[in-house]
């Protein structure tokens, strides 16, 4: 049993700790809803039901996937928690991976202004990153994660047996967060990904840590987002605007990062900050891990622009998230002229 503490010097000081390993007996006083979907719960409902203690335990299921992911959704749970007559010292579990763990972190603050809720993560994306943090929130058409509040949970619990029944492609998913990870912080980790069979047990296990051990030094010392943290957004500038023009329906949200930690990766290389066997290095090691790095961009000028309603943008200025002189380093730049930047929008497609 491994645990990484949380540590928040907020107005009100939050400590939670993140536990990896076998899920443990969890006992409550209160009254407690798991939030999951149709295919989460017919895997796994029953084994977190078996380790739960409560006076009264509540299921509310909710449809799968990245395009259920918006207010409607999280009104629905809403509506089940107030005729189950739940009230401010009830809690929420969120039994599933990233999409499930951001709606019901985001209903939790919102339900009389606030309950309590934890993650309980069944994807190696919501493992590695996502439970991890107290980011919450859904989709818009404007953008991904547009509306939302940074709302901590009161524990998360990572036990890798649910990766037992993750699929291919979703267990790939989860490894292009690992990568960003150490693309951004740690050499030595990126190595240890390129040199490890990354479906072997122990390496699962390792992986897990070291990357929960990233994230959580960083949120420790940036809960909001005002520095470091942002750091965390590489590859997701260009992999969210890649998700919302295929509508959230063509690419897992890890895929579409991967392909936007190659455009990253490209625009530091333009930009001098990365040799372009670093770049190739880190591709290589996405490819060889089933994940995709192309996409062609039919239209320059509309993508360049959906760039501006990304949550880093700041008064009409661009954030890019880039690798600094070696892996294992990073930059944040808001300076990068706009012909720089569709340049290398050019090498993926071309368009009008």
């Given at each position: 049993?491994?645990?990484v ?8 000081p ?18 407690v ?58 809690l929420?579990?969120a ?22 809720f ?6 190696l ?18 953008g ?12 998360v619990?990572?036990?890798?047996y ?8 979703e ?24 040199m ?6 122990a390496v ?24 470091i ?23 897992l ?25 670093e ?26 622009e959906?760039?501006?309603?990304d ?20 930059v ?8 720089t ?12």
């Amino acid at each position: 049993m491994v645990v990484v503490p949380i540590e928040l010097t907020s107005s009100e000081p939050i400590h939670y700790d993140i536990t990896i390993g076998t899920l443990p007996n969890l006992k409550f006083d209160r009254k407690v809803a798991i939030i999951t979907n149709p295919t989460v719960s017919s895997l796994h409902l029953e084994k977190l039901l078996e380790k739960i203690d409560a006076p009264q335990c509540e299921v509310v299921t909710i449809p799968d996937g990245e395009t259920f992911k918006t207010l409607t959704t999280v009104e629905s749970i809403l509506t089940a928690l107030f005729e189950a007559k739940f009230d401010r010292k009830s809690l929420l579990i969120a039994l599933g991976g990233g999409v499930i763990g951001d709606m019901t972190g985001f209903a939790a603050s919102l339900y009389q202004r606030g309950i309590d809720f934890i993650q309980v993560p069944t994807t190696l994306l919501s493992q590695v990153d996502a439970s991890v943090g107290g980011k919450t929130g859904v989709n818009t058409a404007y953008g991904k994660n547009l509306i939302g509040a940074f709302y901590q949970p009161k524990a998360v619990y990572i036990d890798p047996y649910f990766l037992s029944t993750l699929p291919e492609r979703e267990f790939a998913a989860g490894i292009a967060e690992v990568v960003k990870m150490a693309v951004m912080f740690d050499d030595d980790f990126l190595t240890y990904l390129e040199m490890n069979d990354l479906r072997q047990e122990a390496v699962i296990r390792e992986m897990i840590r070291r990357s929960v051990t990233l994230k959580a030094m960083v949120v420790n010392q940036d809960e909001k987002e005002a520095g470091i943290r942002a750091v965390l957004n590489y590859g997701h500038t260009f992999g969210h605007v890649i998700e919302n023009e295929t509508n959230y329906a063509t690419y897992l949200h890890g895929e579409a990062v991967a392909i936007g930690i190659v455009m990253a990766n490209a625009l530091a290389v333009e930009l001098g900050l990365l040799e372009e066997s670093e770049a190739h290095r880190v591709m290589n090691l996405l490819q060889n891990n089933g994940l995709p790095t192309a996409y062609v961009i039919r239209d320059i000028k509309h993508f360049y622009e959906h760039f501006f309603l990304d949550k880093k943008s700041n008064r009409g200025k661009i954030k890019f998230v880039l690798p600094n002189g070696a892996l294992g380093t990073h930059v944040m730049r808001d300076d990068i002229e706009a012909s720089t930047v569709k340049a290398v929008l050019q090498r993926f497609g071309g368009g009008v």
